[in-house]
């Protein structure tokens, strides 16, 4: 593809798998999810089976919750539906999770780790995260068209092409048939995975037209079915990342415009912030390898010339540097503060 220099995936304090080290199993965890997805809490007497696709053979799957341990099976028993087709499940009793659920979950609370074994060796790990019902989640009318199901605001479109090793490739396609049934009436798509990959979330342009924050211009709104409207597409692999109100979700959409400086100090650090003051916000720094970590330091001077690091109680409700602002056409060149 040719637009590597513009798209990136990261993690954000959100890690969906730690590495270890494999030894001789190479064994890896594609995706994983709920069935049913939804657990509803006034029926608290269910179970609920949690399926996870491995790549590979360990030697057996396990699920950790709070110290407490099950087994997952591929033997097409205990509600596995099909014996050694490397889809391994457990059945997890809803009130189990229910127990420990918190207001401030907001509707997907831990659900436990599931952990990959080769000869007693951990080789993954993987968090996972339930989804739950709530009254106060209104209920809305749903359409259909041309195979398309929909509200006024989320789409729901099947497409075995999602399955492909990078989500990426399938955007145009499934974008181009999105627009075969709506209007070119969106700056940004949204694509959320219900199958729960475990990857990270992402963004990358469509069209920029915005000069002077280190971007070529570029249009590939054809390829995606748009007359020239669309403006980027965030990736969220999985239904925990996505969360229109949260810090990830704003981050994203922050890298249509943030970071591209080539500015020698900005540009080592693209597509986040260098280790500055200005990392102690949404869009944090870059770490080795490109994903985006956090940085919660400010940078003050404190005598005659010198130069300390302070921990910044305010991270966690930092927004956009001022930089960051101005990249995005929301401020004025003046009113950048200095980094
Ligand atoms: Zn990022």
Redesign the pocket.
């Known amino acids: 593809m040719g637009q590597e220099n513009i798209q990136?995936?990261?993690f954000?304090g959100c890690s969906f798998e730690m590495q270890f080290n494999k030894k001789n199993n190479t064994a890896k965890a594609i995706s994983g999810k709920f069935n049913p997805m939804l657990i509803d809490p006034s029926d608290n007497l269910n179970t609920t089976r949690y399926t996870i696709h491995i790549d590979g053979e360990p030697d057996s799957v396990r699920r950790d919750y709070f110290g407490s341990y099950s087994l997952l099976n591929d033997d097409g028993i205990n509600g596995d539906t099909k014996a050694d087709d490397n889809v391994y499940t457990v059945e997890i009793n809803e009130s189990e999770i229910l127990n420990d659920y918190q207001l401030d979950d907001v509707n997907k609370p831990f659900a436990g780790f599931i952990e990959l074994y080769d000869q007693g060796n951990l080789i993954g790990k993987y968090n996972t995260f339930a989804s739950i019902w709530a009254d106060t989640i209104p209920l809305v009318n749903v359409y259909i068209d041309s195979n398309i199901q929909f509200t006024d605001h989320i789409v729901n479109m099947i497409t075995p092409l999602a399955f492909d090793s990078d989500l990426i490739d399938h955007h145009e396609s499934l974008a181009s048939e999105l627009y075969d049934v709506f209007d070119d009436n969106y700056d940004f798509l949204n694509f959320i995975y219900t199958e729960g990959f475990f990857q990270n979330?992402?963004?990358y342009g469509v069209k920029n037209m915005v000069l002077g924050i280190g971007l070529d211009t570029f249009d590939r709104t054809q390829n995606y079915g748009s007359l020239g409207q669309l403006k980027g597409i965030s990736t969220f692999p999985n239904l925990t990342f996505y969360d229109g109100a949260n810090r990830g979700y704003v981050?994203?959409l922050?890298?249509q415009w943030v970071n591209f400086s080539d500015d020698t100090a900005m540009g080592q650090a693209v597509?986040?912030w260098p280790y500055s003051s200005m990392g102690s916000g949404i869009?944090?720094i870059?770490i080795p390898g490109g994903?985006?970590g956090n940085f919660h330091f400010i940078i003050l001077e404190y005598s005659g010339g010198f130069w300390g690091l302070f921990n910044d109680t305010n991270a966690a409700s930092n927004g956009f540097s001022t930089l960051g602002l101005y990249f995005m056409g929301l401020i004025a060149s003046s009113e950048v503060n200095r980094i």
């Open positions: 990136h995936h990261h954000d979330r992402g963004h981050h994203e922050g890298h597509p986040h869009m944090g870059t994903a985006g």
